[in-house]
């Protein structure tokens, strides 16, 4: 089982819509589309889907668990698990790839003790493979919350990661 449907099938949590996402959601509720439109909000609030969310917009939008869950699963863009406090993304298109871009996450799996697609334990950091991001003239390239480091090693890491731990 994934650790996204192994989430899905664990009990709800404890997280809420909020009133603005409760009004959104019944805006949308006789609309077609809804569920991806309503995902999509919830996402850009939480920066994720709680399961527990997951169950009221069923709930509210009067549509089967397995109907949302279909959504989230289908498309990539919607997560499950909540992010790091920093967000890691190693491009692993086809330039970084061949300069070492798996090197990179190998490395990185290695520091920070978890594994790609995946959150440390204390929540600082998730690291994620992404496709190219525009930059291949620095491969191989990952970001930081957005900020691009490129030509890298492994022995570049460490030093990046100071940058970030503890803010
Ligand atoms: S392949 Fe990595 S930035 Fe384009």
């Known amino acids: ?7 899905v099938a664990g009990s709800a949590g404890d997280e809420k819509l909020t009133p603005e996402l409760v009004a959104f959601v019944e805006e949308w509720k006789p609309q077609p589309g809804n ?15 709680p399961r527990s969310v997951a169950f009221e917009v069923a709930e509210r939008l009067d549509v089967p668990v397995a ?9 990539h863009f919607f997560r499950m ?3 790091g406090r920093h967000s890691i ?3 692993m298109g086809t330039a970084c790839y061949l300069k070492g871009g798996q090197d990179l996450i190998n490395e990185l799996e290695m520091l920070l003790g978890c594994s790609n697609g995946s959150v440390t334990d204390d929540g600082e950091f998730g690291i994620e493979a992404v496709r190219c991001i525009g930059c291949c003239g620095l491969a191989p390239v ?4 957005g900020e691009v480091f490129g030509n ?16």
């Open 35 to 49: 569920v991806i439109m309503v995902l999509h909000q919830v996402q850009e609030h939480f920066g994720y889907i």
């Open 89 to 91: 993304a190693v491009c």
């Open 81 to 83: 698990v909540r992010p």
């Open 142 to 145: 990952l970001t930081v919350d």
């Open 152 to 167: 890298l090693t492994a022995d570049d890491l460490p030093g990046i990661l100071a940058q970030y731990r503890g803010k």
């Open 1 to 7: 089982m994934s650790e996204e449907r192994s989430q």
């Open 67 to 75: 109907k949302v869950y279909g959504v989230i699963t289908f498309y």
